[in-house]
């Protein structure tokens, strides 16, 4: 299970070779750009859920800290995975050498978020140095639901700490994560500023007015050689995901329960890398060494509204909020800090 959410995270297209290490192979015979086309297509709900998830809970009021104050804080965040993220429509006519085995020209297929139930075979057609065109029945690959999983999970560790001028300065990482071949880690910066800081006895408005902006880094390596059924060397995805945050945020400014909200824009993109030596066998012939076959990215950008709470208890705080986006998440965190 750990593994698995971890290939998620990373968004590793090599999960392909969880379920059927011939999957991949036959897909490479079928030439670089359907398999290109097909991981793309598999992989984009996943990556585009992830770069929304890592930017919850940058923030849990808008009042920013005096010169020195502090705050950590343990966040969990959850990615929530509506059903239209976990299929895309998969037409044969796009890619030269697959087509389905019950005939149709297009179908509902599962994504790395989602599964096939039942089962979807293709046919993949790949040329034989002696035997010429030969086809091979793959199985096409499932995701998390298969799993039982509606949701794609993050947590971090984030520290902030007050700086001169109504600023404040934020940082966040989680460390390098390791599972089986799996290694996955985050950092993140931002910077918070108050502008009713500036307004004459802001001290007794009964609410705060900020803005924000944060850079999130994603990256994830999933070394699949020893698993692959692809001869070869090396073989690995490396996933490499980059997002900024700009953030309007007003909060109350009640002694215990406050209440906050914001409003902002995401943009950010995710690159997934297959890469290493790949040579395509049917186990007496071989095909020429393909190095670091391909690439595949996405990007995002739209607009973001969260909501939520946060309960102080003395030194500490526990908040929850829920972001509502193109894939809504939900955020908890448990802080201790000094103002």
């Known amino acids: 299970m750990i593994k698995k ?8 297209c090599c999960s392909v070779t969880m379920y059927a290490q011939d999957s991949f192979d036959a897909l ?16 984009a709900p996943g ?18 800290k005096p010169l020195l104050g502090f705050e ?25 050498n697959v087509a389905f085995t019950n005939g149709a020209t297009s179908q509902s297929v599962g994504t790395v978020l989602g599964e096939n139930n ?58 390098k994560i390791k599972a089986d071949d799996t290694e996955i ?34 990256d994830g390596t999933y070394d699949f050689t020893e698993t692959s059924g692809i001869e070869g060397e090396n073989q690995r995805l490396e996933n490499d995901t980059n997002t900024w945050l700009f953030q309007m945020i007003a909060s109350t400014r ?5 209440f906050y909200g914001g409003l902002g824009y995401l943009s950010g993109k995710s690159s997934s890398d297959v890469l290493g030596t790949y040579i395509v066998t049917d186990g007496i012939l071989q095909s020429e060494a393909i ?25 500490f705080r526990i908040h929850a909020d829920y972001t509502f986006a193109e894939y809504d998440s939900a955020s908890l965190g448990l802080s201790f800090g000094i103002r």
């Open 72 to 96: 950590i804080s343990v966040m969990a965040n959850a990615g929530i995975i509506n059903k239209d993220q976990e299929s895309f429509v998969m037409n044969v006519n796009d890619y030269d």
């Open 47 to 64: 990556t585009d859920a992830l770069m929304y998830g890592i930017n919850n809970g940058w923030y849990n009021t808008a009042k920013v």
């Open 118 to 175: 039942p089962s979807v075979f293709v046919d993949v057609t790949y040329d034989d140095p002696i035997f010429g065109d030969q086809t091979v029945t793959i199985e096409l690959p499932n995701g998390l639901a298969a799993e039982g999983i509606s949701f794609l999970p993050t947590a971090f560790i984030q520290g902030s700490i007050g700086l001169s001028f109504g600023t404040e300065f934020k940082a966040r990482f989680t460390p």
């Open 5 to 12: 959410i971890l290939l998620a995270v990373t968004v590793t």
């Open 291 to 315: 190095v670091d076959p391909y690439s595949v990215s996405s990007k995002v950008s739209g607009v973001r509204a969260t909501l939520g709470t946060r309960l102080k208890l003395g030194f």
């Open 28 to 43: 490479l015979a079928a030439g670089v750009d359907d398999a290109q086309r097909f991981t793309n297509d598999y992989l």
């Open 254 to 258: 009640l002694p215990i329960i406050n």
């Open 185 to 218: 880690g985050m950092y993140g910066f931002a910077l918070q500023h108050d502008f009713t800081h500036w307004l004459p006895a802001d001290k007794l408005l009964p609410v705060a007015i900020s803005g924000l902006v944060a850079y999130t880094h994603l």
